[in-house]
């Protein structure tokens, strides 16, 4: 018999230990298996009742959950319903306010702002006036003038001064502002009018000459695909104007100056210079190359020089230059772009040059290691010139079985101990006047990006930029020679 009461008691022992309840609020250690006096009370189904409570309780990141109980001793006796002999409940809307940290106790309330405010002692009471002679004092004027204040008309008149002078401060202040803003980006409006400037950063003649151009390109503009950091491409715009980002396109090609260097001169990141440049350079690359710049026989017969009367069948005057580039880490690609002429690797194209200055054709860039007859053969000349044509070339272009026409070179000593009078002669005025496609090819490297060693970093549009820098010229500068100016004035009238 008394085994079966331990078992029966071991039995009531765990049914409690499953249904014991605790407390949830911090620092409250009361449980039901240990006090069957107090009560244990779930949180309340209105939302926003219980939202107050989970703020009373102080639990952070807490959720209550359906087994969650707060103790009968952080309520109020006001807060339980009287029902003696039966379960305790809590009235409707009651909510926890007795916990440890305020030693189970409602705070005092706090006074309000009247109260709490300091006030002056109200002032003394005003004696009746009896006597005759105190009504003479209090009505005798005051022998001083020290509290007399302006009228009101000089107030307004002061404060309308102050006014207007603060005005004239504010609008000084903003002046100084945007000059300063004008000052710290660089943009084309800060050097509009200085053409000195003008020339230093972009190469054209003035600033109006600039401005012409940007009236011819500006109706494309709105049609321009930029490059973005995505693999897809965009027609949206920079934090800089259209004509700004020429400008700094410009600035590129003129000064040669690093990229990171651009994003510090016009406010914006490396990258976004980075794909300014490369997107103005693909724009420009198409928009100039869709205009024909090879000149057909009667303009360039129109336009002829006098120095050109005994070459008068010249149609175009070619040369090759080159670009040193970085050396590559590959020795395939050295061994490609490695040009023994200039002990350096570099990148090779042609131009060509009409007598009286333009520039009319311009190649793709190939490694250096060509020859100046391979590159004349892929440069894409041939197809344009005709039997009646003249092509005139320096000693290395060995291209008699390639051009159509008649081809003007210096001619070579061979197997002679001396050359002829006759070819000497002829020698000295061919250089003379084939010297002009070197003065046109100065002009494109004035462009201190081709001046100096071109990083691989940019060899993707090295191509771009170069096609773009050399038909830049026919719009950035005048005629090679002066005289040649006087000769089209004259011929024009």
């Not at 006597?131 to 020290?146: F, G, K, N, R, V």
Request: aromatic share 8%.
């Amino acid at each position: 018999m008394s085994g079966f009461r331990v078992k029966e008691r071991r039995l009531a022992y765990q049914r409690v230990k499953k249904t014991a309840l605790h407390c949830c609020v911090p620092l409250c250690a009361n449980s039901s298996r240990y006090n069957s006096i107090i009560s244990f009370h779930s949180f309340p189904v209105d939302v926003l009742v219980r939202a107050e409570w989970m703020v009373r309780v102080r639990r952070d990141d807490f959720t209550p959950s359906k087994t969650s109980r707060v103790c009968s001793r952080h309520f109020q006796k006001g807060d339980f319903v009287n029902n003696p002999g039966k379960l305790r409940r809590l009235k409707k809307g009651a909510i926890p306010t007795l916990f440890s940290w305020n030693n189970f106790q409602i705070p005092a309330p706090r006074a309000s702002v009247w109260e709490r405010r300091p006030r002056a002692d109200s002032p003394p009471p005003v004696h009746d006036i009896d006597s005759e002679e105190e009504m003479e004092l209090a009505t005798l004027a005051p022998d001083h003038d020290y509290c007399i204040t302006p009228t009101t008309a000089m107030v307004a008149d002061q404060l309308a001064e102050e006014n207007d002078t603060l005005r004239q401060k504010v609008k000084e202040l903003e002046l100084q502002i945007q000059a300063l803003q004008l000052r710290s980006c660089l943009g084309l409006k800060r050097f509009a009018g200085s053409d000195e400037d003008i020339r230093f950063y972009t190469r054209f003649h003035s600033y109006d000459h600039l401005m012409a151009f940007w009236r011819l390109i500006e109706p494309a503009t709105s049609r321009m695909i930029r490059v973005t950091t995505e693999k897809t491409t965009s027609n949206r715009s920079t934090k800089l104007l259209p004509i700004d980002e020429l400008f700094l396109f410009l600035n590129y090609l003129s000064t040669g100056c690093t990229q990171r260097e651009l994003g510090h001169r016009f406010n914006i990141h490396r990258t976004t210079a980075s794909r300014i440049i490369t997107t103005w350079a693909n724009f420009l690359y198409c928009v100039l190359g869709a205009v024909c710049i090879w000149m057909t026989p009667e303009e360039i017969t129109a336009n002829l020089p006098p120095e050109f009367k005994e070459y008068a069948d010249t149609q175009v005057i070619v040369d090759c230059t080159e670009l040193r580039c970085q050396t590559p880490s590959s020795l395939v690609l050295q061994s490609e772009v490695y040009s023994h002429y200039k002990s350096h690797c570099t990148f090779k194209a042609m131009i060509g040059m009409a007598p009286h200055g333009p520039l009319t054709f311009v190649s793709a860039l190939y490694a250096g290691s060509i020859s100046d007859r391979e590159l004349f053969r892929l440069s894409g000349i041939i197809p344009l010139l005709s039997p009646d044509m003249a092509v005139m070339v320096d000693k290395g272009f060995r291209v008699d079985k390639l051009v159509p026409g008649r081809l003007h070179r210096p001619a070579f000593r061979s197997n002679k101990e001396q050359m002829a009078a006759q070819d000497v002669l002829e020698t000295q005025s061919i250089a003379r006047l084939r010297v002009h496609v070197e003065r046109l090819i100065r002009r494109v490297k004035e462009n201190k990006l081709f001046d100096t060693v071109i990083p691989l970093s940019i060899s993707g549009s090295i191509n771009q930029l170069f096609t773009v820098s050399c038909i830049l010229c026919n719009y950035q500068n005048g005629p090679l020679v002066k005289d040649w100016r006087e000769h089209k004035s004259q011929v024009e009238i």
